[in-house]
Protein backbone atom coordinates (compact mmCIF):
# COMPACT_ATOMS: atom_id res chain seq x y z
CA UNK A 1 0.00 0.00 0.00
CA UNK A 2 2.31 2.77 -1.53
CA UNK A 3 1.98 6.04 0.13
CA UNK A 4 1.59 9.94 -1.11
CA UNK A 5 3.71 9.87 -3.90
CA UNK A 6 5.15 13.03 -4.52
CA UNK A 7 7.79 14.22 -7.22
CA UNK A 8 9.73 14.82 -8.22
CA UNK A 9 11.87 15.40 -4.77
CA UNK A 10 14.21 18.06 -5.70
CA UNK A 11 13.26 20.60 -8.81
CA UNK A 12 15.24 23.72 -9.77
CA UNK A 13 14.41 26.16 -11.85
CA UNK A 14 15.46 29.75 -13.09
CA UNK A 15 13.59 32.46 -11.92
CA UNK A 16 10.52 33.02 -14.54
CA UNK A 17 10.21 29.52 -15.42
CA UNK A 18 7.59 27.58 -14.44
CA UNK A 19 7.32 24.57 -11.24
CA UNK A 20 4.89 21.97 -11.80
CA UNK A 21 4.77 19.66 -8.87
CA UNK A 22 3.18 15.98 -8.63
CA UNK A 23 1.24 14.52 -6.25
CA UNK A 24 -0.65 10.99 -5.97
CA UNK A 25 -2.78 10.43 -2.98
CA UNK A 26 -2.80 6.98 -0.94
CA UNK A 27 -4.95 4.27 -3.13
CA UNK A 28 -8.36 5.35 -1.47
CA UNK A 29 -8.23 8.47 -0.93
CA UNK A 30 -10.02 11.08 -2.70
CA UNK A 31 -8.86 14.98 -0.71
CA UNK A 32 -5.54 16.38 -1.23
CA UNK A 33 -3.97 19.10 0.36
CA UNK A 34 -0.96 21.37 -0.65
CA UNK A 35 1.31 22.50 2.47
CA UNK A 36 4.31 25.31 1.86
CA UNK A 37 6.96 25.35 4.09
CA UNK A 38 9.94 28.07 3.92
CA UNK A 39 13.42 27.33 5.15
CA UNK A 40 13.23 27.82 9.17
CA UNK A 41 9.47 28.17 9.51
CA UNK A 42 6.17 26.01 9.77
CA UNK A 43 3.82 24.20 7.38
CA UNK A 44 1.19 26.44 5.95
CA UNK A 45 -1.74 25.50 4.39
CA UNK A 46 -2.23 26.55 0.79
CA UNK A 47 -5.34 24.54 -0.49
CA UNK A 48 -7.59 21.73 -0.33
CA UNK A 49 -8.92 19.82 -3.44
CA UNK A 50 -11.28 16.92 -4.26
CA UNK A 51 -11.85 15.27 -7.55
CA UNK A 52 -12.14 18.01 -9.81
CA UNK A 53 -12.87 20.63 -7.43
CA UNK A 54 -11.58 23.50 -5.37
CA UNK A 55 -12.25 23.27 -1.95
CA UNK A 56 -10.55 25.76 -0.09
CA UNK A 57 -8.02 27.89 -1.41
CA UNK A 58 -7.50 30.01 0.89
CA UNK A 59 -4.01 29.80 1.58
CA UNK A 60 -2.84 30.28 -1.76
CA UNK A 61 -0.88 33.26 -2.89
CA UNK A 62 -3.32 34.99 -5.58
CA UNK A 63 -0.98 35.28 -8.71
CA UNK A 64 0.59 32.78 -9.86
CA UNK A 65 0.09 29.83 -8.14
CA UNK A 66 -3.19 27.25 -9.10
CA UNK A 67 -3.57 23.87 -8.50
CA UNK A 68 -5.71 20.98 -9.89
CA UNK A 69 -6.65 17.57 -9.31
CA UNK A 70 -8.10 15.95 -12.29
CA UNK A 71 -10.53 12.96 -12.24
CA UNK A 72 -7.60 11.05 -13.38
CA UNK A 73 -4.16 11.07 -12.62
CA UNK A 74 -2.23 13.00 -9.55
CA UNK A 75 -2.80 16.47 -8.38
CA UNK A 76 -0.80 19.41 -9.46
CA UNK A 77 0.61 22.24 -8.12
CA UNK A 78 1.98 24.99 -10.77
CA UNK A 79 3.67 27.63 -9.98
CA UNK A 80 4.03 30.20 -12.97
CA UNK A 81 7.36 32.72 -13.38
CA UNK A 82 8.88 31.38 -9.90
CA UNK A 83 10.83 33.94 -8.07
CA UNK A 84 13.55 33.30 -5.22
CA UNK A 85 11.16 33.45 -2.19
CA UNK A 86 8.92 30.88 -3.93
CA UNK A 87 12.05 28.56 -2.92
CA UNK A 88 10.66 25.90 -0.31
CA UNK A 89 9.51 22.35 0.50
CA UNK A 90 5.90 21.81 -0.54
CA UNK A 91 4.02 19.30 1.09
CA UNK A 92 0.79 17.46 -0.50
CA UNK A 93 -1.20 15.02 2.26
CA UNK A 94 -4.24 13.04 1.43
CA UNK A 95 -6.91 11.59 3.24
CA UNK A 96 -10.25 9.52 3.16
CA UNK A 97 -13.79 10.32 2.63
CA UNK A 98 -14.69 9.59 6.55
CA UNK A 99 -12.40 7.81 8.53
CA UNK A 100 -11.27 10.36 11.54
CA UNK A 101 -7.24 9.85 11.24
CA UNK A 102 -5.95 13.11 9.48
CA UNK A 103 -3.76 13.32 6.99
CA UNK A 104 -1.03 11.02 5.32
CA UNK A 105 1.94 13.24 4.43
CA UNK A 106 4.46 12.69 1.41
CA UNK A 107 8.03 13.28 1.49
CA UNK A 108 7.86 16.80 -0.10
CA UNK A 109 9.62 18.45 -3.29
CA UNK A 110 11.87 20.74 -2.52
CA UNK A 111 11.60 24.00 -5.08
CA UNK A 112 15.15 25.81 -5.52
CA UNK A 113 15.40 28.50 -7.98
CA UNK A 114 17.79 30.03 -8.98
CA UNK B 1 -4.66 30.55 13.31
CA UNK B 2 -3.27 27.29 15.68
CA UNK B 3 -5.42 27.19 18.71
CA UNK B 4 -2.79 25.49 20.90
CA UNK B 5 0.31 26.80 22.83
CA UNK B 6 3.34 24.76 23.32
CA UNK B 7 6.99 25.16 24.73
CA UNK B 8 8.90 25.79 21.84
CA UNK B 9 11.91 23.33 23.07
CA UNK B 10 12.43 20.21 25.17
CA UNK B 11 15.30 18.02 25.80
CA UNK B 12 15.15 14.28 27.10
CA UNK B 13 17.32 11.73 28.00
CA UNK B 14 17.75 8.76 25.75
CA UNK B 15 15.69 6.15 27.16
CA UNK B 16 13.63 8.32 29.14
CA UNK B 17 9.99 8.97 28.99
CA UNK B 18 8.99 12.28 27.06
CA UNK B 19 5.85 14.34 27.79
CA UNK B 20 5.24 17.18 25.74
CA UNK B 21 2.36 19.21 26.92
CA UNK B 22 0.14 21.05 25.13
CA UNK B 23 -3.01 23.96 25.80
CA UNK B 24 -5.83 24.24 23.85
CA UNK B 25 -8.21 26.18 25.98
CA UNK B 26 -10.84 26.92 23.48
CA UNK B 27 -11.08 23.35 22.10
CA UNK B 28 -15.09 23.22 21.24
CA UNK B 29 -16.70 19.45 21.62
CA UNK B 30 -16.73 18.32 18.62
CA UNK B 31 -12.75 18.74 18.04
CA UNK B 32 -10.36 16.18 18.29
CA UNK B 33 -6.46 16.40 19.50
CA UNK B 34 -4.07 15.55 16.94
CA UNK B 35 -0.29 15.16 17.43
CA UNK B 36 2.28 15.06 14.01
CA UNK B 37 5.56 14.93 13.94
CA UNK B 38 8.20 16.65 11.36
CA UNK B 39 11.51 15.28 11.58
CA UNK B 40 14.22 16.99 10.18
CA UNK B 41 12.91 18.24 6.38
CA UNK B 42 10.72 15.20 5.94
CA UNK B 43 7.04 14.97 5.90
CA UNK B 44 4.86 15.24 9.12
CA UNK B 45 4.17 12.18 10.84
CA UNK B 46 0.58 11.50 12.15
CA UNK B 47 1.18 10.25 15.54
CA UNK B 48 -1.85 9.72 17.47
CA UNK B 49 -5.60 11.41 17.80
CA UNK B 50 -7.74 11.42 20.61
CA UNK B 51 -11.76 13.32 21.36
CA UNK B 52 -11.65 12.76 25.25
CA UNK B 53 -10.44 9.67 26.37
CA UNK B 54 -6.82 8.68 26.92
CA UNK B 55 -5.23 7.21 23.92
CA UNK B 56 -2.39 4.40 23.31
CA UNK B 57 -0.61 3.03 20.43
CA UNK B 58 2.68 1.66 19.38
CA UNK B 59 3.89 5.03 18.74
CA UNK B 60 2.68 7.10 22.09
CA UNK B 61 0.26 7.45 24.35
CA UNK B 62 -2.12 10.58 24.84
CA UNK B 63 -3.54 12.01 27.93
CA UNK B 64 -6.47 14.30 28.05
CA UNK B 65 -7.37 16.48 30.72
CA UNK B 66 -10.89 16.01 31.83
CA UNK B 67 -12.03 19.33 30.76
CA UNK B 68 -10.13 18.82 27.70
CA UNK B 69 -7.98 22.31 27.92
CA UNK B 70 -4.63 21.09 28.16
CA UNK B 71 -3.19 17.03 26.86
CA UNK B 72 0.01 15.56 26.75
CA UNK B 73 2.17 13.41 24.39
CA UNK B 74 3.96 10.71 26.06
CA UNK B 75 6.98 9.15 24.44
CA UNK B 76 7.36 6.22 26.75
CA UNK B 77 11.08 5.58 25.92
CA UNK B 78 13.10 8.12 23.92
CA UNK B 79 15.31 7.43 21.53
CA UNK B 80 17.97 9.47 19.39
CA UNK B 81 15.36 8.78 16.52
CA UNK B 82 12.37 11.36 18.47
CA UNK B 83 14.64 13.98 17.44
CA UNK B 84 11.86 16.02 15.79
CA UNK B 85 9.19 18.93 16.26
CA UNK B 86 6.27 18.09 17.74
CA UNK B 87 3.03 19.44 16.86
CA UNK B 88 -0.45 19.55 18.62
CA UNK B 89 -3.54 20.13 16.54
CA UNK B 90 -6.88 20.70 17.44
CA UNK B 91 -9.05 19.79 14.48
CA UNK B 92 -12.20 18.35 13.54
CA UNK B 93 -11.96 16.43 10.51
CA UNK B 94 -15.64 16.85 8.95
CA UNK B 95 -15.08 20.55 8.45
CA UNK B 96 -11.61 22.01 9.10
CA UNK B 97 -8.15 21.45 7.80
CA UNK B 98 -4.43 20.72 9.68
CA UNK B 99 -3.29 24.47 10.90
CA UNK B 100 0.00 23.79 12.11
CA UNK B 101 1.59 26.09 15.00
CA UNK B 102 5.02 26.68 15.73
CA UNK B 103 5.48 22.89 17.44
CA UNK B 104 7.58 21.67 20.21
CA UNK B 105 10.92 21.21 19.15
CA UNK B 106 12.28 17.88 21.22
CA UNK B 107 15.68 17.01 21.47
CA UNK B 108 16.55 13.82 22.50
CA UNK B 109 19.94 13.22 23.73
CA UNK B 110 22.26 10.12 24.37
Known amino acids: NAGVMQNPRHLVRRRGQEARLRCSPM?????VYWYRQLPEEGLKFMVY????????ESGMPKERFSAEFPKEGPSILRIQQVVRGDSAAYFCASSPISQNYGYTFGSGTRLTVV | DAKTTQPTSMDCAEGRAANLPCNHSTISGNEYVYWYRQIHSQGPQYIIHGLKNNETNEMASLIITEDRKSSTLILPHATLRDTAVYYCIVFYYNTDKLIFGTGTRLQVFP
Open chain 1, 49 to 56: LQKENIID
Open chain 1, 27 to 31: KGHSH
